[in-house]
Every structure is written in C-alpha cells, then in structure tokens.
C-alpha cells in the first residue's frame, strides 16, 4: 500500500498546488481523524482522501469516469474496499458503495466541500440546536449536500459538532 506521504507526491504531481489539491489535503485530514473513532487504518483513509480527486482535472469533460481512472492509475497499490471508495465517491460515477470507508470518503468530501463554500467561520460558529437547518438555508443550490451530511452523520452517529472540530484543526482552504 501507499503511504500518505506518497500519496501527496501524487497529489502534488496531478493537482499541482490547486484549490483541489488544499480539497484533497482537507478530505485526507477529515478521514485521518475520523478513523479512530470507528478503529479503521488512519494511514489508509488519510491515502483515500488524498487519492479520491487524483483525476479531477482529467475527468473534468465527463465526470462519469470521475473516481475511475485514479483507481486505475492506483491499481493494486490500494486495497479493494479503497478503491471502491474512491470509485463511488462522486454519484455520477454510477458506482455505489456504502461500506465505511466509502461512507466517511463522502461525508469528509461533503464537508470540505461545505467549508470550502461557505468558510470555516460559518461552520464553527453554527447554531448546534438545529445545524442542519442553519446549512441548509445557506447552501442554496446544493442541498443536496446538506442532506448526504446528515444522512451519513445520523447513519454512523457522528455529530456535526464534532465533524467541524475536525475540520477546524486544518488549514483553510481559498474559498472560490
């Protein structure tokens, strides 16, 4: 297996130092920490976080094979439940998976994406009465992020508050 630390040499080689590339590094740190809340491999899921854009730029014309061809290029050099992960991390690969790993793949992708949208300010000082409200009313077009959050949250019992604590120990990512 591929280790984080080559990984993103990978990272480096295919996004270069994009806003994709700071995605991918927040995705990989999400997964790190939420690894030992359920006793996975934190090595493992901060690669698959890494890993799971590694073809962003290639796949950007048909998003279809988004996820695909980075398990291609990664072959055997990850586990299986790991490529399966990045393989249906984007819906509209049509491939579907929801064994942990993927599970946390596309709750820490969400989420980045929710920072990355909204900012860190928002997401730290949210109103933990009733968040998922507070998210929706700002998310607009894309609530469907919102309700994959909190499908995946309620699903393995992680609060939101305790997501955002994850999020707010890495460095930001530049907002779009």
């Given amino acids: 297996m591929l280790s984080p630390a080559e990984a993103d040499l ?4 295919h996004l270069g130092e994009t806003p994709r590339a700071a995605h991918s590094r927040l995705v990989a740190h999400i997964m790190r920490h939420l690894a030992p809340l359920f006793a996975a491999d934190a090595d493992l899921w901060e690669t698959v976080g890494l890993y799971h854009d590694l073809d962003y730029f290639q796949t950007s014309e ?29 819906h509209r690969s049509g491939v579907q998976s929801d064994t942990l790993i993927a599970d946390m793949l596309k709750l820490a992708d969400v989420i980045a994406v929710v920072d990355q949208r909204l900012g860190r300010r928002l997401l730290r000082d949210i109103d933990q009465g009733d968040p998922f409200t507070v998210l929706r009313s700002r998310l607009g077009d894309r609530l469907y992020l919102c309700d994959l959050l909190q499908r995946l949250a309620d699903k393995h019992a992680i609060s939101l508050a305790r997501i955002v604590a994850i999020v707010s120990t890495a460095p930001p990512q530049r907002r779009n």
Avoid: M
Avoid at 67 to 75: E, N, P, R
């Fill in 10 to 13: 990978l990272v480096s080689e």
């Fill in 62 to 90: 048909d998003r279809t094979r988004h996820g695909l061809l980075a398990v291609k290029w990664l072959g055997d050099r990850i586990p299986p439940d790991a490529q399966q992960a990045i393989a249906a991390h984007d």
